[in-house]
């Protein structure tokens, strides 16, 4: 089975910091998920990522396979992007969808 | 917004009873993943449905059950509630071929469930 751990459990920046956020999982995988939670409890896919670097916006993903290792970052953040982050990787062994989710980061942006 | 529908948004109820969550996916979409978020375990995987079937189970417990009806909509059941099913419970739904873990998800805005 898959595990997942995310760090910084907590974070908090000042508007305009350039944020990282990293998540690593125990088992090679085909594709990690970002997801952001907001204040109100929706859950909003960001990433799904197989491999390399993708861009929207202001955030990037990006992914280490061989380490196993996967991070988020917010260029120029801002406290609109107050909210709970989350990587999720799949279950090993099946071809199913069923994800496992780290504790999330919880981002907290000051003006 | 998601696509994807969730009713009711809040359901406040008392230990012992039964409850049902009704989940409608993006229209096309073929999967639908249950889960439940409680404050000290996170996000868990409680069950995924793909094109009417059973696909993959995760930690659900046997007082609770889902199904997938031909329209694709999704419902879970909660029975003999305890205090310890409060929870957000989420449904998600996916629209690939094969409803494996390279399809991005959608979320529903979620149901609170409270048990009291």
């Known amino acids: 089975k898959n595990e997942v751990e995310q760090s910084p459990q907590n974070l908090t920046a000042q508007e305009g910091e350039f944020i990282t956020i990293n998540c690593s999982y125990s088992v090679g995988i085909s594709a990690l998920h970002w997801l952001q939670q907001h204040p109100g409890g929706g859950i909003v896919s960001l990433f799904m990522?197989?491999?390399g670097k993708k861009k929207h916006g202001r955030l990037i993903a990006t992914i280490n396979i061989q380490e196993k290792h996967s991070s988020l970052h917010i260029t120029a953040s801002h406290p609109r992007d107050s909210a709970v982050y989350i990587c999720?990787?799949?279950?090993?062994?099946?071809?199913?969808?069923?994800?496992?989710f780290g504790k999330g980061t919880k981002l907290s942006v000051k003006p | 917004d998601s696509g994807v529908t969730q009713t009711p948004k809040h359901l406040i109820t008392a230990t012992g009873q039964r409850v049902t969550l009704r989940c409608s996916p993006r229209s096309g979409d073929l999967s639908v993943y249950w889960y439940q978020q409680s404050l000290d375990q996170g996000l868990q995987f409680l069950i995924q449905y793909y094109n009417g079937e059973e696909r993959a189970k995760g930690n659900i417990l046997e007082r609770f059950s889902a199904q997938q009806f031909p329209d694709l909509h999704s419902e879970l059941n909660l029975s003999s509630l305890e205090l310890g099913d409060s929870a957000l419970y989420f449904c998600?739904?996916?629209?690939?071929?094969?409803?494996?873990?390279?399809?991005?998800?959608?979320f529903g805005p979620g149901t609170r469930l409270t048990v009291l």
């Open positions: 998600a739904s996916s629209g690939g071929t094969s409803g494996g873990p390279t399809d991005t998800q959608y």
């Open positions: 990522l197989s491999s």
């Open positions: 999720a990787a799949p279950e090993v062994g099946g071809s199913q969808g069923n994800l496992i």
